[in-house]
């Protein structure tokens, strides 16, 4: 028998000992030969190889005729941690999960070996490097990695490790509110440090990322370099016309009123509740105080207010000190046309990247960018089944409108004016030629309110007509149609003279 080398020979001689269950130990180990005997004392099985003169052969030279005499062993020194990761790397690559008792299974049917729960870390280690490669290799990678990125996303902004995609760009500006929210979540790697994300609103209320940049932490300077190019690639010249939504953090909310002087800024509304709870506990000033961010006019707000001072005076004084433009939707502007008030759309995001989160940093830009490329895709096939002019999510939202609507009764007034009375005695005032109504609910949102609805149906009109055109199927069509395209593996990519970083 021969072999290309004496590593393959042990290798060989490692398998045979696993496969018939036998303690084999390698009793002349060197670059040019290899002598293995059994353990068992009374078992007289040997192999010896070495190499040929030519040094490019290594062969067996001699062995025992007669096979192990020894007992099977259900322990052997070969099933360790590396040999595991080797056996199984196609079974951690397909499911990365894949726990102690599922492998140990698997171990016991090949080999008739337990593995400790130790051993089961390390090679589950060994193969996530085996897979992913080693932390130095992924980042000796970087520039290689943003090359070929953008040169498959021609018009794609990746300075080190922020990236804004062509299509995710050309898609929000093309199809997308006028509204960016802003978070920034932990990884959980060997290196540590913080994913920025900014994510818009598509035409049917779910989430639509826009860019994102791995960072060393979460702080101001950060936030603000993050902040300058996403200005910069969003075109937003004039900061009026932009909202943002962000958790109250210090560092973030100084770089928005640095950069973004004119803009409006929303304040998560559940962060803001939790902080309202370590001083002020209870079901009703929780119900109280969402009901005031969810009054939609000044006097509602005022009424709500009041409401709470009547419960608890410091509860009161604690919200009065808040800036009512960043968490109530009374005092919303309405051109972004949502009145969202929690940073969902953040949160979405950083739930469906969960599995991303502790890979090594190349593993975990493309575990982002294939979600993205594959989600756009997906998207692009979801608008083949709508059945409406507006989303499946808007649909239901305005099948409840419609639900409500039943408790409205309108008075024509003239032109296209009507006088609505709902059945709590509260009345507001309609025109459906500036799309307004005194709730403001339909200024906020731009689908018609219940009170609207009911003029829609009194005059038998189409109600799509009345919707902001941020809904329709040509807004999610224009969101979703940039392609972001795939890139070629690592051995593809142009190498670059750049310092590794």
Known sequence: MIFASGNVFKRAIRAHAVKHRCEVKFAKNNPNRVRAVCKAPNCKWFVFASWLDDKKTFKVKSMSDEEHTCAMSFKNSFVNSKMMAEKYVNQFRANPDWNFEG??????????????????????????????????????????????????????????????????????????????????????????????????????NQMYPIAYALVKSECGETWRWFLELLGQDLGINHSHGISWVTDKQKGLIDAIAELFPESEHRHCVKHLHNNFTVQHKGLMLKQLMWAAAKS?????????????????????????????????????????????????????????????RDKPVITLMEMVRNYLMSRMAKKREELKKWNHPIGPKMMRYLEKVKLASSCCNPRFCGGKS????CFDSEQYVVDLETHTCACRKWQLIGISCMHAFSCINLMNLDVYDFVHPFYKKEAYLAAYSPIIHGINGPNMWAKTKNRPV
């Open 296 to 356: 939609t006019t000044s006097q509602s707000f005022e009424q709500q207010m009041n409401v709470i001072r009547g419960e608890n005076q410091a509860a009161y004084q604690w919200l009065t000190e808040k800036d009512p433009t960043n968490w109530t939707r009374a005092h919303m502007k309405e051109f972004p046309k949502c009145d969202m008030l929690c940073n969902n759309m953040c949160e979405a995001f950083n739930s469906a990247i969960v599995q991303a």
């Open 418 to 421: 009507y006088q609505v009375r």
């Open 103 to 204: 492998m140990n299974q698997q171990l016991r049917t090949d080999t008739n070996v337990d593995a400790s729960l130790w051993q089961y870390y390390r090679a589950r280690r060994k193969a996530k490097v085996m897979i992913e490669g080693t932390i130095r290799e992924q980042y000796s990678k970087l520039w290689e990695y943003c090359g070929e990125l953008k040169k498959m996303n021609p018009g794609s902004i990746v300075k080190m490790l922020y990236v804004c995609l062509e299509a995710l760009k050309c898609g929000w500006k093309a199809g997308c509110r006028p509204i960016v929210g802003l978070d920034g979540c932990f990884i959980k790697g060997h290196h540590r440090g913080q994913l920025l994300t900014a994510i818009g609103v598509d035409p049917n």
